[in-house]
C-alpha cells in the first residue's frame, strides 16, 4: 500500500454553503468508498490557506490514488492535488543507501 497526501480546494458555491457542507463531505466519501473500498483514510484535515483540506490516507497504487481525485473533481472541488508520501524512516533508509555527502 502506497501513502498518499490529497489537496481539495472547494467551488466557491460549496464552500459558501457551510451548512450542506457535512452532506456533501459524508457523500463524497461514500462514492470514494464504493468506488475505491481498498482505500484506508488515515487522517483528514480542515485547512486554513490555499488549500480547504488535507486527507491522507492509503491506496494499492497510483491508478486508485488517481480515481480518489477524480471522484473529488466530480464532487465538486474547484483544484486537487494528490501527492504520494512516504514515513521518514523510509527517506532515511533511502539516503543511507545513496553514498552521498
Known amino acids: 500500500m502506497g501513502l498518499y ?3 481539495t480546494r472547494l467551488t466557491p458555491e ?3 454553503d457551510l451548512k450542506r ?11 470514494v468508498s464504493k468506488l475505491c473500498p481498498d482505500v484506508k483514510w488515515k487522517s483528514h484535515y480542515w485547512l486554513l490557506g490555499p488549500y480547504d483540506f488535507m486527507d491522507i490516507y492509503e491506496a494499492a497504487g497510483d491508478e486508485t490514488a488517481a480515481k480518489v481525485s ?5 464532487s465538486g472541488a474547484l483544484a486537487v492535488e494528490t ?10 533508509e ?3 543507501d ?4
Not at 70 to 74: L, S
Not at 98 to 101: A, G, K, V, Y
Open 98 to 101: 545513496l553514498d552521498l555527502p
Open 5 to 7: 497526501v490529497l489537496m
Open 14 to 16: 460549496i464552500s459558501g
Open 83 to 92: 501527492w504520494p508520501a512516504m514515513p521518514w524512516a523510509n527517506y532515511i
Open 70 to 74: 477524480m471522484i473529488t473533481r466530480a
Open 94 to 96: 533511502i539516503t543511507k
Open 21 to 31: 457542507r457535512e452532506a456533501i463531505g459524508k457523500e463524497w466519501k461514500k462514492k
